[in-house]
T-cell receptor, first 114, second 110 residues
Framework: NAGVMQNPRHLVRRRGQEARLRCSPM?????VYWYRQLPEEGLKFMVYLQKENIIDESGMPKERFSAEFPKEGPSILRIQQVVRGDSAAYFC????????????FGSGTRLTVV | AQRVTQPEKLLSVFKGAPVELKCNYS??????LFWYVQYSRQRLQLLLRHISRESIKGFTADLNKGETSFHLKKPFAQEEDSAMYYC????????????FGKGTKLTVNP
């Protein structure tokens, strides 16, 4: 079991470009969560998804950010028209329906906006 | 508002010394508390959850509702315990999201 896979590990974008971050959950996990970690900060919840459904997006910025978890394929976090303030580490986690053992985190994607 | 406070950004102890990483939370209900650890160049992983009341790698944590604290303790620190430690809270009612503290970097010196 390869665990939660995130790619790319590092992503550099110029201001105004789009960033696409991918997350493949662990086999058998149907719940995906995205977190953002700004420098010197803790992880901040962004969005919680199940297959084809957004369950809680209370932590997502209102503009430019979107997330999906299609029936087939990885979950995608999309940031349009990136700005310098979007530079951060973005972590994905997955869990089975029964969260008794908590989340499993991916290694993260470090986004740098230049 | 839900908040997790880890007052120490950095903590340094010598091998064999006791260690306590502090965590205080702010939440009006009955949350579930966790400790996550991130070793160098590795992903974040669950260390403890208060519900299970277990000891992992010699670490324990007791939820003190009166003091709204969930401090992580180990009586004899080891060099391999050096890592970033994050305290996290899950609100009551099956909410799936976690609220994290800013983390404490523990360094255990030989």
């Amino acid at each position: 079991n390869a665990g939660v896979m995130q790619n790319p590990r590092h992503l550099v974008r110029r201001r105004g470009q789009e960033a696409r971050l991918r997350c493949s959950p662990m086999k058998g996990h149907s719940h995906v969560y995205w977190y953002r970690q700004l420098p010197e900060e803790g992880l901040k919840f962004m969005v919680y998804l199940q297959k084809e459904n957004i369950i809680d997006e209370s932590g997502m910025p209102k503009e430019r950010f979107s997330a999906e978890f299609p029936k087939e394929g990885p979950s995608i976090l999309r940031i349009q028209q990136v700005v310098r303030g979007d530079s951060a580490a973005y972590f994905c986690a997955s869990s089975p329906r029964d969260r008794a053992h908590g989340y499993t985190f991916g290694s993260g994607t470090r986004l740098t906006v230049v | 508002a839900q908040r997790v406070t880890q007052p120490e950004k950095l903590l340094s102890v010598f091998k064999g010394a006791p260690v306590e990483l502090k965590c205080n939370y702010s939440y009006s209900g009955s949350p579930e508390l966790f400790w996550y650890v991130q070793y160098s160049r590795q992903r974040l992983q669950l260390l403890l959850r208060h519900i299970s009341r277990e000891s992992i790698k010699g670490f324990t944590a007791d939820l003190n509702k009166g003091e709204t604290s969930f401090h992580l303790k180990k009586p004899f620190a080891q060099e391999e315990d050096s890592a970033m430690y994050y305290c996290a809270l899950s609100p009551q009612g099956g909410s799936e999201k976690l609220v994290f503290g800013k983390g404490t970097k523990l360094t255990v010196n030989p």
